[in-house]
């Protein structure tokens, strides 16, 4: 737990300065927005659908999509700033809403009383139809703080730090001390903020000067502590550290904090990491360089990045093919092959394959239409799984998508016969299942591999070095070992990835 | 003074008013008397443009108002409204001194033009000038409408039946109040009513309106001795009529307890 808490104020921080700024950019869109739009009325139905579209699309989604986007306009598509615009769009639809109401709402007799003691057009808005408004509109405000604040914690995903930190990786590495801290924070700072809204509405309301001013101060206080931390690298003289990447499972977690340690212990360099990034986005942001390292599998690279059908690669063309693809298309290199494969495999429950006399793929065929499968996110859609189904001709009676984590409990309790498990997962020996041999070689070698970008490569020759000595220096065994210690002992992953530097040797 | 030259107002194919001219001298108050939808509360507002005329000219001491940036020609010219209107979200004091405030008068002169209207509309400054309109009762407000329509010192006033939702106690205290400012400051206005009682007590002269068209003006002797129509005879004779309905009830009453 204390562990945990060390990681808070860095997070909160982040959080902060995405919910602030966010908030501030949607207010001083859309309040404009709203104003306009009483006036010029052909205006509403177009641009309150258009923030209606904007809201219809999930929110991870809209995140998501920012990176691609943002990359084709060749910006930074990795960390705050896809955050930032997903969650600014976000925020926009109740504040404008809220504005056209409330100035649509105000008594038509006030409105002509306005013009009637003569008012110009502009102080009929600010004397009357904005005063009258503003509970309407703060309203609209303090919705949008709260959705915010809740929904920042979806910027893990596309490289922000948030609370959503403590959140995804908890959920994957079943530490739920981390989650509960995400979560408790991430509710207790939409309190505060919307706490200081309705403060500052009560002031105005009622007149009162002083609660006015005290929420004044505080947000502005707020506003600028954000905008301070979120300059203070700008300016700050200290190296920029190794920036390392990891996808948003445990196997990842704890190779990043390997990395780190390692590049920490021998070259002494600052390090930092970028945690639970998207399958694709973790390798758009070495592409972009904005992380510098992160291990993928040369399976995964070579089915999705090369296209490839999966059948009868072996270990070393396929390594051999990847590494070609990456320096020529994207400046990538791979500096260390770990040692391991993370292969994806078909796994069972133990007795079942006891029983049903399981050791292959190929046993499956003729129960096929009795079984049903669970499989990850991605699983059902990668082309390893259109491999295996054609290579194997399976026809399952069921295939569900679910949460990685949730798979092993899901096949424990016989929710489904069948999962995608990894080769490396500790879980498999943990929930007693057994991983059945790909007779028909449909699923490609997963060597774990060190990317590094090409500005690594040139600018950081020392941390290159440092990472060739890691080649060879993880087996299956080490690996899966140290999963388990994460996923079933509940032990934090750079607590593990520390023991095993120790192991390393001088 | 207010002249009003073939004052039209067409909404697509209604006429609202039609054709309408008048004349009310410096100093004067013109009653515009009829039943619902006549055009009289149509006519008021074109005279200060909260309605554009379709056609015709409105002029106020000489000058065109359509001539006039319409806030400019509003803050020379008091309004009371129907509804009152006073804004919720600013004191008694405020509301009254809100043309001032656009007027660009200083601080203390709108203080002390505030206190000093309160006193005229008979309300006490001390305990008024600070609450909300909401604590006041329906005849304090519409007797804070007067003093705002008042509180520029406009030489033309229109009132919209101000009394028009008072019981019949306040609304004649009402009247006698403004009788009295009435005569203390010498405004020209216009006073739109339906209620022929008041028409007669206020108006200077009276101009009945009917479907749009202005059928009659003059004083309200003039009207009495010879009204130009049916309608305005059977209007005229609207109060004496319900006095005589209210004989006969009372007789009949009287009848029955006796009985």
Same mark, same amino acid.
């Given at each position: 737990?204390?562990?945990?808490?060390?990681?808070?104020?860095?997070?909160?921080?982040?959080?902060?300065?995405?919910?602030?700024?966010?908030?501030?950019?949607?207010?001083?869109?859309?309040?404009?927005?709203?104003?306009?739009?009483?006036?010029?009325? =052909?205006?509403?139905?177009?641009?309150?659908?258009?923030?209606?579209?904007?809201?219809?699309? @999930?929110?991870?989604?809209?995140?998501?999509?920012?990176?691609?986007?943002?990359?084709?306009?060749?910006?930074?598509?990795?960390?705050?700033?896809?955050?930032?615009?997903?969650?600014?769009?976000?925020?926009?639809?109740?504040?404008?809403?809220?504005?056209?109401?409330?100035?649509?709402?105000?008594?038509?007799?006030?409105?002509?009383?306005?013009?009637?003691?003569?008012?110009? %057009?502009?102080?009929?808005? =600010?004397?009357?139809?904005?005063?009258? $408004?503003? @509970?309407?509109?703060?309203?609209?405000? +303090?919705?949008?703080?709260?959705?915010?604040?809740?929904?920042?914690?979806? %910027?893990?995903?596309?490289?922000?730090?948030?609370?959503? !930190?403590?959140?995804?990786?908890? &959920?994957?590495?079943?530490?739920?001390?981390?989650?509960?801290?995400?979560?408790?924070?991430?509710?207790?700072?939409?309190?505060?903020?919307?706490?200081?809204?309705?403060?500052?509405?009560?002031?105005?309301?009622?007149?009162?000067?002083?609660?006015?001013?005290?929420?004044?101060?505080?947000?502005?206080?707020?506003?600028?502590?954000?905008?301070?931390?979120?300059?203070?690298?700008?300016?700050?003289?200290?190296?920029?550290?190794?920036?390392?990447?990891?996808?948003?499972?445990?196997?990842?977690?704890?190779?990043? %904090?390997?990395?780190?340690?390692?590049?920490?212990?021998?070259?002494?360099?600052?390090?930092?990491?970028?945690?639970?990034?998207?399958?694709?986005?973790?390798?758009?942001?070495?592409?972009?360089?904005?992380?510098?390292?992160?291990?993928?599998?040369?399976?995964?690279?070579?089915?999705?990045?090369?296209?490839?059908?999966?059948?009868?690669?072996?270990?070393?063309?396929?390594?051999?093919?990847?590494? /070609?693809?990456?320096?020529?298309?994207?400046?990538?290199?791979?500096?260390?092959?770990?040692?391991?494969?993370?292969?994806?495999?078909?796994?069972?429950?133990?007795?079942?394959?006891? /029983?049903?006399?399981?050791?292959?793929?190929?046993?499956?065929?003729?129960?096929?239409?009795?079984?049903?499968?669970?499989?990850?996110?991605?699983?059902?859609?990668?082309?390893?799984?259109?491999?295996?189904?054609?290579?194997?001709?399976?026809?399952?009676?069921?295939?569900?998508?679910?949460?990685?984590?949730?798979?092993?409990?899901?096949?424990?309790?016989?929710?489904?016969?069948?999962?995608?498990?990894?080769?490396?997962?500790?879980?498999?020996?943990?929930?007693?299942?057994?991983?059945?041999?790909?007779?028909?070689?449909?699923?490609?070698?997963?060597?774990?591999?060190?990317?590094?970008?090409?500005?690594?490569?040139?600018?950081?020759?020392?941390?290159?070095? $440092?990472?060739?000595?890691?080649?060879?220096?993880?087996?299956?065994?080490?690996?899966? $070992?140290?999963?388990?210690?994460?996923?079933?002992?509940?032990?934090? @992953?750079?607590?593990?990835?520390?023991?095993?530097?120790?192991? &390393?040797?001088? | 003074?207010?002249?009003?030259?073939?004052?039209?107002?067409?909404?697509?194919?209604?006429?609202?008013?039609?054709?309408? %001219?008048?004349?009310?001298?410096?100093?004067?108050?013109?009653?515009?008397?009829?039943?619902?939808?006549?055009?009289?509360?149509?006519?008021?507002?074109?005279? !200060?443009?909260?309605?554009?005329?379709?056609?015709?000219?409105?002029?106020?001491?000489?000058?065109?108002?359509?001539?006039?940036?319409?806030?400019?020609?509003? +803050?020379?010219?008091?309004?009371?409204?129907?509804?009152?209107?006073?804004?919720?979200?600013?004191?008694?004091?405020?509301?009254?001194?809100?043309?001032?405030?656009?007027?660009?008068?200083?601080?203390?002169?709108?203080?002390?033009?505030?206190?000093?209207?309160?006193?005229?509309?008979?309300?006490?400054?001390?305990?008024?000038?600070?609450?909300?309109?909401?604590?006041?009762?329906?005849?304090?407000?519409?007797?804070?409408?007067?003093?705002? $329509?008042?509180?520029?010192?406009?030489?033309?006033?229109?009132?919209?039946?101000?009394?028009?939702?008072?019981?019949?106690?306040?609304?004649?205290?009402?009247?006698?109040?403004?009788?009295?400012?009435?005569?203390?400051?010498?405004?020209?206005?216009?006073?739109?009513?339906?209620?022929?009682?008041?028409?007669?007590?206020?108006?200077?002269?009276?101009?009945?309106?009917?479907?749009?068209?202005?059928?009659?003006?003059?004083?309200?002797?003039?009207?009495?001795?010879?009204?130009?129509?049916?309608?305005?005879?059977?209007?005229?004779?609207?109060?004496?009529?319900?006095?005589?309905?209210?004989?006969?009830?009372?007789?009949?009453?009287?009848?029955?307890?006796?009985?």
């Amino acid at each position: 737990m204390s562990e945990q808490l060390a990681l808070l104020p860095g997070y909160l921080t982040a959080h902060l300065q995405l919910t602030l700024l966010a908030l501030l950019c949607s207010a001083a869109l859309s309040l404009p927005l709203g104003i306009a739009v009483t006036r010029v009325r =052909w205006l509403e139905q177009p641009v309150l659908g258009l923030a209606g579209v904007i809201q219809t699309v @999930p929110s991870l989604a809209l995140l998501a999509v920012m990176v691609p986007l943002l990359a084709s306009m060749r910006l930074r598509s990795i960390g705050f700033l896809p955050a930032f615009i997903g969650l600014t769009l976000y925020a926009v639809l109740p504040i404008l809403r809220n504005t056209v109401t409330g100035i649509a709402g105000v008594d038509p007799a006030l409105r002509e009383a306005a013009r009637g003691v003569g008012m110009t %057009s502009r102080q009929q808005l =600010w004397r009357v139809e904005l005063p009258l $408004a503003l @509970p309407v509109i703060v309203a609209g405000l +303090r919705t949008a703080t709260v959705w915010t604040v809740g929904l920042a914690t979806l %910027s893990t995903p596309v490289g922000a730090t948030s609370l959503g !930190n403590y959140i995804f990786s908890g &959920l994957q590495t079943r530490n739920h001390a981390a989650v509960l801290v995400g979560c408790v924070a991430s509710a207790g700072l939409a309190m505060v903020l919307d706490g200081l809204v309705r403060t500052a509405e009560v002031g105005l309301l009622t007149r009162r000067r002083r609660l006015v001013g005290a929420a004044a101060t505080l947000t502005v206080g707020l506003y600028l502590y954000a905008a301070v931390t979120l300059a203070a690298p700008l300016f700050s003289n200290a190296a920029r550290p190794v920036m390392i990447g990891a996808k948003g499972f445990t196997e990842q977690y704890i190779l990043a %904090s390997v990395l780190e340690q390692w590049i920490g212990r021998e070259t002494g360099r600052a390090a930092a990491q970028m945690q639970s990034l998207g399958s694709t986005v973790a390798f758009d942001a070495l592409a972009a360089g904005d992380i510098d390292i992160y291990v993928d599998y040369s399976g995964t690279l070579w089915a999705h990045l090369l296209g490839r059908a999966t059948v009868g690669g072996d270990r070393a063309t396929v390594l051999a093919e990847v590494g /070609t693809f990456l320096a020529d298309q994207h400046d990538i290199q791979i500096v260390a092959t770990l040692g391991f494969e993370n292969a994806y495999a078909v796994a069972a429950r133990a007795a079942d394959a006891e /029983t049903m006399g399981l050791t292959r793929i190929s046993d499956l065929i003729p129960l096929g239409p009795t079984l049903s499968m669970g499989g990850d996110f991605e699983f059902f859609s990668r082309p390893e799984w259109v491999s295996i189904r054609d290579a194997y001709g399976l026809a399952l009676s069921e295939q569900r998508t679910m949460d990685a984590a949730l798979m092993y409990e899901a096949i424990a309790e016989g929710a489904v016969d069948l999962i995608s498990a990894y080769t490396t997962d500790g879980r498999i020996s943990a929930y007693d299942l057994r991983v059945l041999e790909d007779d028909r070689g449909a699923i490609p070698p997963y060597d774990a591999v060190v990317l590094v970008s090409g500005r690594l490569m040139r600018e950081w020759p020392d941390v290159v070095a $440092a990472l060739r000595r890691l080649d060879g220096a993880i087996d299956l065994e080490s690996m899966r $070992a140290m999963n388990l210690r994460v996923d079933v002992e509940g032990i934090d @992953p750079s607590t593990v990835a520390a023991a095993f530097i120790a192991t &390393l040797g001088p | 003074m207010i002249e009003l030259q073939h004052l039209t107002k067409r909404y697509g194919d209604q006429v609202a008013v039609h054709d309408l %001219s008048l004349e009310v001298a410096e100093g004067e108050l013109l009653v515009l008397l009829g039943g619902s939808g006549c055009g009289k509360t149509t006519t008021l507002k074109m005279i !200060n443009r909260l309605i554009e005329p379709s056609a015709g000219t409105v002029r106020v001491d000489g000058d065109d108002v359509s001539r006039l940036a319409t806030h400019e020609l509003r +803050r020379r010219v008091g309004y009371a409204f129907q509804q009152v209107g006073l804004f919720p979200h600013m004191t008694v004091g405020e509301n009254i001194g809100i043309t001032p405030v656009l007027l660009g008068w200083t601080d203390d002169a709108i203080r002390h033009r505030v206190d000093e209207l309160l006193a005229l509309v008979e309300l006490d400054p001390e305990t008024t000038r600070d609450r909300d309109p909401s604590q006041l009762s329906g005849g304090q407000q519409q007797r804070v409408g007067v003093a705002r $329509a008042l509180a520029a010192r406009p030489r033309v006033m229109l009132l919209d039946e101000p009394f028009g939702a008072l019981d019949p106690l306040t609304r004649g205290r009402l009247q006698d109040s403004f009788i009295r400012i009435r005569r203390d400051l010498g405004v020209t206005a216009v006073f739109v009513t339906h209620d022929m009682v008041e028409a007669l007590r206020l108006g200077d002269r009276i101009a009945v309106l009917h479907n749009g068209r202005l059928v009659q003006v003059g004083t309200p002797g003039a009207l009495m001795r010879q009204p130009a129509d049916d309608y305005v005879r059977q209007l005229l004779d609207t109060p004496r009529r319900e006095a005589r309905l209210v004989d006969s009830l009372l007789s009949d009453m009287a009848g029955r307890d006796s009985g």
